[in-house]
């Protein structure tokens, strides 16, 4: 971090022989990146094909025109308006969950997290209504998936999948399990041949203008696998954080639980307490590394082609220079003006610019609509005082070694 502070936000590190890594810091240089001078990166080619090892028709790493159209037919999904619709059925799903918690039980919060909006990206999908029923296996498919990914992209060499390893065979076993469950989604929906008004539907009636072609079963399931995957584990892992650090801090929670049931109206604690969240604990907390297709010139800066530029919402967040005690949970930051304190892009938890996410209109609906059902009616309380809870990096920021909650009902 000193490294990049002295060199004017711009920090070079030679990664072994697999890459030359510039880690930017400087939000103007950031928004440059993602904003104005994006056309001369693509994806990282190490973490894409980490990523096509499991699926090929993936819109997080697709590039080009391809990639624009696919955005094109899966964005009305996730505009506003559209999102509103979902919030009687993420009500649903999230009151469903406080009828079987039972009170002063100790709960794996991030599982009853991935379960709970695994069954909202799933009705929002293809519109089964009761996948937490099958959420342990597929987020263990997941898991194992993800885990598999950041091997391969971090690895000098990467065995092939052939090789009779224990690793091949889990990773086989969980692609298996993955996507003959979305191609059975798909074979039936084929039969029906009814537009659910689903993001199924729009893959399935998708033509391409000039070819006419439609796209096949096996570019939907990849797209559909990324979507799930993308669409679920980041958000369940802002609301466990949040629950967490409201664990940690009763008085916060009590204030919290006070503007929930008030008829005021006024939401902006659940805003500020999510804001916060996202800042401590960015799920997507490294996800922005870009390989330089063109030179890039950042101030006085030159970013040669073939480099690769990495951005992390993490790293940004602890920058001194903006942020006060920047380890302290303080949901006061975001208050009134607090676009003003922090410049764009010092607070970048979904992204920015052409790719920044497509869900962050979703995962903030549902983050909120969650939050308040489950104040409402339960206190989260720490299993002890001293209980304290690591950050794992992986393909997302994961409590470590898990993050085990009490629940109290609240009379
Ligand atoms: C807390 C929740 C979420 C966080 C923090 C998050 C974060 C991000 C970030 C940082 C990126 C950009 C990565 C990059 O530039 O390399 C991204 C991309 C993306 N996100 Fe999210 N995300 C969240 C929820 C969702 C949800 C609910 C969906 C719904 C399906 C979603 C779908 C996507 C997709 C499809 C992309 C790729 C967009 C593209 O490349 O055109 N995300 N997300």
């Known amino acids: 971090m000193g490294l990049a502070e002295s060199q004017g936000g711009i920090a070079y590190f030679k990664f072994g022989p697999i890459a030359d890594l510039y880690l930017v810091t400087e939000p103007e240089y950031i928004r440059e990146i993602l904003v104005k001078q994006w056309m001369k990166t693509i994806k990282w ?83 089964i209504q009761d996948i937490e029923r099958e959420a342990t296996p597929l987020s263990q498919a997941v ?20 090789l009779p390893l224990e690793r091949n065979k889990r990773e086989r076993l969980a692609k298996e399990t993955l996507i003959s469950y979305l191609q059975d989604i798909i074979k039936i929906r084929r039969i029906s041949e009814t537009d659910h008004g689903d993001e199924l539907s729009a893959l399935l009636f998708a033509t391409d203008a000039e070819t006419g072609e439609t796209l096949t079963d096996k570019q939907i399931g990849d797209e559909l696998y990324s979507l799930f995957v993308a669409g679920h584990e980041t958000t369940a892992l802002w609301v466990s954080w949040a629950l967490y650090m409201l664990a940690k801090q009763p008085e916060v929670q009590t204030q919290l639980h006070r503007e929930i049931i008030s008829s005021s109206g006024d939401k902006s604690l659940l805003d500020r307490v999510l804001k916060e969240t996202l800042r401590m604990y960015p799920p997507a907390w490294s996800l922005f590394m870009r390989r330089v297709v063109e030179e890039i010139q950042l101030g006085t ?20 220079q903006f942020w006060n005690n920047p380890d302290k949970f303080e949901p006061s930051r975001f208050e009134g003006d607090w676009k003003e304190k922090y410049p ?20 903030e609906l549902e983050a909120k609509v969650i939050l308040q059902i489950i104040l409402t009616y339960y206190q989260v309380v720490l299993l002890d005082q001293n209980q304290s809870v690591q950050m794992d990096g992986g393909f997302t920021l994961r409590p470590y ?11």
Request: aromatic residues 10%; charged residues 20%; positive net charge.
């Open 143 to 162: 898991d194992t998936l993800l885990s598999q990914f950041i091997m391969d992209a971090a690895s000098l060499i990467v065995l092939p999948k052939w």
């Open 401 to 411: 070694p898990g993050l085990d909650l009490r629940v109290r009902e609240r009379l």
């Open 301 to 320: 800066h030159i970013i040669p082609k073939g480099g690769v530029i990495y951005i992390s919402p993490y790293i940004q967040r602890h920058l001194p």
């Open 45 to 127: 080619e190490r973490l894409t094909q980490a990523s096509n090892r499991v699926t090929k028709f993936n819109i997080v790493f697709l590039e080009g025109e391809i990639w624009r159209s696919q955005r094109k037919l899966l964005t009305p999904a996730f505009h506003t308006e559209r999102v509103q619709g979902y919030i009687n059925m993420m009500k649903a799903h999230t009151t469903k969950l406080m009828q079987r918690w039972k009170t002063n039980h100790v709960y794996d919060i991030r599982q009853e997290m991935t379960a709970l909006t695994m069954g909202i990206i799933g009705e929002i999908l293809f519109g």
């Open 344 to 363: 764009p892009y010092t607070y970048m938890p979904f992204g920015g610019g052409a790719r920044v996410c497509l869900g962050a209109n979703l995962a």
